[in-house]
C-alpha cells in the first residue's frame, strides 16, 4: 500500500525520531510513505478568518498533489494533521473561502476538498488493522505500563478532526495494547500542556505539564507517548521524570526496527 506524506518542519529537524521511526515502522507493515515533493509548512495553526488565505496554500497543495496520485494523505506530527484536516474541511465546507483558494491557485487547477486524510495513528487503525499490528509485534512489551498523551490538537475540534471521541478517546490506548503493553488510562491525557504559552507564561506552562506528568505517574505510567513535538518539549523540558517519546519509537521498537543507538 502507498500512500502520500507530508512530514512537517519540525520532523526534519527537532523531531527527526518521530519522522524515521514512522517510516521504518511503515515499511515493516508493508506501507510505503512517498513523501510529497516540494512540501512546505503546513502554516503551524490553522486560523479560523476566512480571509486568511496565504498560510493555507502550502497545506492545498499537499492535498491536491495526494488527490491526483489517487492517494490518502497521511500525516503524524499533531500540529500538521490538525492545520491540513481543519483545511480540508474549510475546502469543502466554505465555498467563499474555496473560491479565494483556488482563484490563488489558478495555474495549477482546481481542488474541493476530494483527499481523505488520515494521521499515521489512523492509518494504523484504519488502513492497516490494529489486529494485523498485533500480529506483525516481535518485541512484545508485556508488562510495561504505558501512559498516551493526546494533547490538544489531535482530536480537536471534533466536528472536523473526527478522529475519536475527544472527551474518552481510546485510539492511543488500542495502538498500546496492540503491542502488548499496559495502556494507563489517567484524567489529564486530552489536557493542554501550556505548549503554546510557554514563551509568554513559562510558569503556566511548567504548572500544565507537572501536573499531566503527575497525574499519569499517579495512575501507574512508566512513560508517556505522544505524537506531537512541542508536547513532548514542553513535558520534557519542564521535568518529567519518566520518558517521554515518539508513539512511533515504540512502534518501531515492538517490530524490531529501532536503532540501537548504544550500540
Known sequence: MKVSYFPGCTLKNKAKDLDMYAYKSAEALGVTLEEIENWQCCGGVFTTANDEV???????????YAGEKEQPLVTVCSACHNVIKQTNYAMQTNSQFADKVNRYMAADGTYNGET????????????????????????????????????????????????????NPTIMEDFIRALGADAVVYAKRNECCGGYISVESPESAKRNSNAIIENAKAAGAEMIITACPLCKYNLVKNGADIPVVYFTELLAEALGVKEDTNA
Do not use: W
Not at 54 to 64: C, P, Y
Not at 130 to 148: M, P, Q, R, S, Y
Open 54 to 64: 496565504a498560510t493555507k496554500l502550502s497545506s492545498v497543495r499537499a492535498l491536491k
Open 116 to 167: 481523505q486524510v488520515y494521521h499515521y495513528l489512523e492509518m494504523l487503525r484504519d488502513l492497516v488493522g490494529f489486529d494485523t499490528l498485533k500480529e506483525k509485534v516481535v518485541n512484545t512489551l508485556k508488562g510495561k505500563k504505558i501512559a498516551a498523551y493526546y494533547g490538544c490538537l489531535l482530536l480537536r475540534p471534533n466536528s472536523v478532526m473526527r478522529m475519536d471521541d475527544p472527551e
